[in-house]
C-alpha cells in the first residue's frame, strides 16, 4: 500500500506538470497527410495490444504495402515521455513517419503491454514484451494492406524493441534499424552492481536520479491517463495496472544483483549470436543513457548479412539531425527499400560510419577496427579513501604520460585490471583524459567496479585521437560523482597492481567522410573538463608503454 500511495502521489505530480488533465481536441501534424486508423492485436496469453496504423493519404484500403513497425511504451496518445502531448492523435514524435509515408511505406506503432492503450503488466524487456514484438510483427505481416515484410525502427526503448524483434524471429520481420538500444537492461541500470544515474530530462541533464529508480519511471510512463477522445477501451488499459504488478516490477529493477533470474532472462546478447537479419545499429559514444558498453558484443558478434553501423561522438539519439551526419536519412531509407520493400538499390555509405571526437568521420569494415592493438600500461599505485561528494587529493590516484611525441588514437573498449586491499562496500573507478598543453583534461571514458582482491573494469567505448603535445591522463577514484550512485564506505582503498589496456590503431586514419558535430559533442568538450593543479602534473608523470616511446615494449 505505501508503493502505491507512492507511486501515485509522484504520478499525480507528473500530470500536473505535464499539463495533460485539460481536454485537447487538435490533432498532432505528421508533415504529410495520412489516413489514421487503430486497431486491437490479441497476444497469445490474452493481453490486447493497442496499434495506431498510419497509411500515405489516397491509397486504397486493400493496396499491399511494405510495413514500418514502432514498438513502445512511449507512444502515449496523451503524452511521450515526460514532453506533454496537447494535440491528440497518434504520438508521432521523432520518428520518421513523414518520409516512410513519401515513400509508400504503412507506419504502425504498437504499444507494449500495460502502456498507452495496451492491457497487461510492463515487464522491461521480459518474456511478456518479446512476445508483444513477435505478435505485432506476425500480425503487422498478414494484413491485407501488407506485403507481408516488415522493418522495425526505433531509439532507446524502441531500438531495444527491434533488437526483441531480432532475437524472437518472428515470420516477416525483413530488418531492423536499432539506435542506442537496450541490448542488456542490467548494464543499463547497473555498471557491475553500481548505479548508473540518469540525466533527469527536460530538468537536468547533470544526473540527478539514480538508476534504481528508472522501473519507478517506467511505472509511472505506464499509468498515464488516456485522453477523452480515446475509446473506452483504450481508457480503461491506460490506467489498469493493478498494484502487484508495481510491487513486482520495483522489486526486480531495484535489485543490484545481475546473476538474478530477471536479469539473465533479459540479456539479449547471447540470443542476438549469428543474427542474418539486417541490422543497422547505431550508437553515441557520448551516451549517457543508453551507454556504448555492451551493445559491441552484439555487434561483433552478428551472423553474415547486410549489416550496417553508425559509431560517433553523440548523444542519445538516432543521426536525423544530431549526429552532424548529412547522408544518414539517404541511407536509412535505402536501406528499408532493398530489405523491406525489395527495391533494386544499393544502400550508399560504408559498412560501418565512425565519428571521431575530433570532428573527422571516416569509414570502417570494423569496430572496433582490426589494427587495434592492445597496448598494457602500468599505473601508479597507492591509496585513495572511498567517501564521495567533496574532491580532495586523498580520493584520487593520478598517472600520467610524458608529452606525446607522435599522434596515437584510442579506438575500442579500454579495460583495467586492479590489485585491491578494502572493504567490499567500496567502489573502484577508473577515468581517462586527455591532457592538453595548458593543462586541460578532457575526459575521454570511465568504468566502475566494487573493490575486490581482482577488480577489473571495461570502460565505455570511445574513438578519440590523441595530438602530439598532449598527454594521457589516468585517474583511479572511488566513484565518478556525476555518473554514479554509491553510498560511500568512509574507508581507505589500498592500489597494490594496476593495469591499463589501451586499443591504439597501429595505422593512422584520414577522416575520409564529410560530416559535422553534434550537440553532445559540443557540451561535452565544455562541460567534462578539469584544469589540473600543477603538483598533480608535476608529481604523477610516469613512463608508459606507448608506442611512440623508446624501450621494450
Not at 564506505?489 to 567522410?513: G, K, W
Amino acid at each position: 500500500m505505501a508503493l502505491g500511495s507512492v507511486l501515485w502521489r509522484g504520478l499525480a505530480g507528473v500530470l500536473l506538470i505535464l499539463g495533460m488533465l485539460a481536454p485537447v481536441t487538435a490533432a498532432e501534424p505528421v508533415g504529410v497527410p495520412y489516413q489514421w486508423s487503430q486497431s486491437y492485436i490479441a497476444a497469445a496469453d490474452g493481453t490486447r495490444l493497442h496499434a495506431d496504423i498510419l497509411r500515405p493519404e489516397g491509397i486504397a484500403a486493400d493496396t499491399r504495402t511494405p510495413v514500418v513497425l514502432t514498438v513502445s511504451p512511449y507512444r502515449s496518445h496523451a503524452a511521450y515521455l515526460s514532453m506533454p502531448r496537447l494535440e491528440g492523435g497518434p504520438s508521432t514524435d521523432d520518428l520518421h513517419v513523414a518520409m516512410f509515408l513519401n515513400a509508400g511505406y504503412t507506419y504502425v506503432i504498437v504499444d507494449l503491454r500495460g502502456y498507452g492503450g495496451s492491457s497487461g503488466c510492463p515487464d522491461f524487456g521480459g518474456p511478456g514484451e518479446r512476445s508483444d514484438v513477435a505478435t505485432a510483427v506476425t500480425w503487422a505481416a498478414e494484413q491485407p494492406w501488407s506485403t507481408g515484410r516488415v522493418g522495425m525502427i526505433g531509439t532507446s526503448y524502441e531500438g531495444w524493441t527491434g533488437m526483441m524483434g531480432l532475437a524472437t524471429k518472428p515470420a516477416g520481420l525483413a530488418a531492423v534499424v536499432s539506435f542506442g538500444p537496450v541490448v542488456d537492461p542490467y548494464s543499463y541500470v547497473y555498471m557491475q552492481g553500481v548505479s548508473w544515474k540518469f540525466s533527469g530530462k527536460p530538468v537536468t541533464e547533470q544526473g540527478i536520479r539514480p538508476a534504481d529508480t528508472t522501473g519507478m519511471e517506467h511505472l509511472l510512463i505506464a499509468s498515464t491517463p488516456g485522453r477523452p477522445d480515446d475509446s473506452p477501451e483504450y481508457q480503461s488499459n491506460a490506467v489498469q495496472i493493478p498494484p502487484e504488478c508495481y510491487a513486482q516490477f520495483a522489486a526486480n529493477t531495484t535489485n543490484h544483483d545481475g546473476g538474478t533470474e530477471f536479469w539473465r532472462a533479459r540479456d539479449l546478447v547471447e540470443q542476438l549470436r549469428g543474427n542474418t537479419i539486417p541490422l543497422f545499429l547505431g550508437q553515441g559514444f557520448l551516451d549517457y543513457n543508453t551507454r556504448a558498453y555492451r551493445v559491441f558484443d552484439v555487434w561483433n558478434a552478428l551472423g553474415p548479412g547486410d549489416h550496417r553501423a553508425f559509431f560517433g561522438e553523440w548523444g542519445h539519439s538516432d543521426c536525423h539531425v544530431k549526429c552532424g551526419t548529412p547522408d544518414f536519412d539517404t541511407e536509412l531509407l535505402a536501406f528499408f527499400d532493398k530489405h523491406v520493400a525489395g527495391r533494386d538499390v544499393e544502400v550508399p555509405g560504408p559498412r560501418i560510419t565512425v565519428g571521431q571526437f575530433d570532428g573527422g568521420w571516416r569509414a570502417e569494415t570494423a569496430w572496433p577496427p582490426a589494427d587495434a592493438r592492445r597496448v598494457p600500461i602500468d599505473l601508479r599505485t597507492g591509496v585513495y579513501t572511498d567517501r564521495g561528494l567533496l574532491p580532495g587529493p586523498d580520493r584520487e590516484i593520478w598517472s600520467i604520460s610524458e608529452p606525446l611525441t607522435t599522434d596515437q588514437h584510442i579506438s575500442g573498449i579500454p579495460t583495467a585490471a586492479l590489485q585491491l586491499s578494502g572493504s567490499p562496500a567500496a567502489t573502484v573507478a577508473v577515468e581517462l583524459f586527455d591532457i592538453a598543453p595548458d593543462g586541460r583534461a578532457t575526459v575521454i571514458t570511465r568504468g566502475i567496479a566494487p573493490v575486490a582482491d581482482t577488480a577489473d573494469i571495461r570502460l565505455l567505448a570511445q574513438d578519440w585521437p590523441l595530438r602530439a603535445g598532449d598527454r594521457l591522463g589516468v585517474r583511479i577514484t572511488d566513484v565518478v560523482d556525476d555518473v554514479w550512485s554509491h553510498a560511500a564506505a568512509n574507508s581507505q582503498v589500498t592500489v597494490l597492481a594496476a593495469r591499463l589496456e589501451l586499443p591504439l590503431l597501429s595505422t593512422p586514419r584520414t577522416p575520409d567522410l564529410t560530416g559535422g558535430t553534434s550537440e553532445a559533442w559540443a557540451k561535452w568538450r565544455d562541460q567534462k573538463v578539469r584544469t589540473l593543479d600543477a603538483d598533480v602534473l608535476k608529481n604523477a608523470v610516469m613512463p608508459m608503454n606507448l608506442p611512440n616511446e623508446s624501450g621494450p615494449r
